[in-house]
């Protein structure tokens, strides 16, 4: 079974440019999580959809950040204008819709390094 | 940003001996999940504790649930140096996982 796929792996770029990072979720997967990993800290949730739908944005920084999941497959978070603190991790995972009460396991991609200069 | 607190941040030990890791809630969850992450990778999965005073094992790691279901534990017996990472707790709130900021171990030989 094909795992969560992130692009790019790598990404470096001067302060208020813009980049965007792009997840395909492991398929049948109904919810995917977009986090954000500062060095040395644990994931912090930017985003969660369930299927094309957002079920949390609250702590995403929306006068920069904007995400998408259409089609409820793949999705893409985009960082417009980029500022020095957002060098960090940006992680994708899914999991399956598992129940109002229950979180299912989450599988995470390999991530998407960026460094803003 | 939300995050719940684990100890201890940092713990750094001989092959042989043994390691504990905690996680602390202020509300009662849904369910825990346990996550490790090797230095340069992304978190795995290690496991989920849904029921009260729940405990589970898989080989040298147990995990326990606390009775009131706010706070859980990871212990790793006769640590090797393959368990070197950082161990993540993940708190449920129905469908919403919050990261734990993680504690680090490193493992000499």
């Known amino acids: 079974e094909a795992g969560v796929a992130q692009s790019p792996r790598y990404k470096i770029i001067e302060k208020r440019q813009s980049v965007a990072f792009w997840c395909n979720p492991i398929?049948?997967?109904?919810?995917l999580y977009w986090y954000q990993q500062i060095l040395g800290q644990g994931p912090k949730l930017l985003i969660q959809?369930?299927?094309?739908?957002?079920?949390?944005d609250s702590q995403l920084p929306k006068d920069r950040f904007s995400a998408e999941r259409l089609k409820g497959v793949d999705s893409t978070l985009k960082i417009q204008p980029a500022k020095l603190e957002d060098s960090a991790v940006y992680l994708c995972?899914?999991?399956?819709?598992?129940?109002?009460?229950?979180?299912?396991?989450?599988?995470f991609g390999e991530g998407s390094r960026l460094t803003v200069l | 940003g939300q995050q719940v607190m684990q100890i201890p941040q940092y713990q750094h030990v001989q092959e042989g001996e043994d390691f504990t890791t905690y996680c602390n809630s202020s509300?009662?969850?849904?369910?825990i999940q346990w996550y490790k992450q090797r230095p340069g990778g992304h978190p795995v999965f290690l496991i989920q504790?849904?029921?009260?005073?729940e405990v589970k094992k898989q080989k040298r790691l147990t995990f326990q649930f606390g009775e009131a279901k706010k706070n859980s534990s990871l212990h790793i017996t006769a640590t090797q140096t393959t368990d070197v990472g950082t161990y993540f707790c993940?708190?449920?709130?129905?469908?919403?996982?919050?990261f734990g900021t993680g504690t680090r171990l490193l493992v000499s030989p």
């Open positions: 995972a899914s999991s399956q819709l598992v129940g109002r009460t229950s979180t299912g396991e989450l599988f």
């Open positions: 398929s049948g997967h109904a919810t």
């Open positions: 959809f369930q299927n094309n739908g957002v079920v949390d």
């Open positions: 509300t009662t969850l849904s369910n």
């Open positions: 504790l849904v029921k009260s005073g």
């Open positions: 993940a708190l449920a709130r129905f469908q919403k996982l919050v």
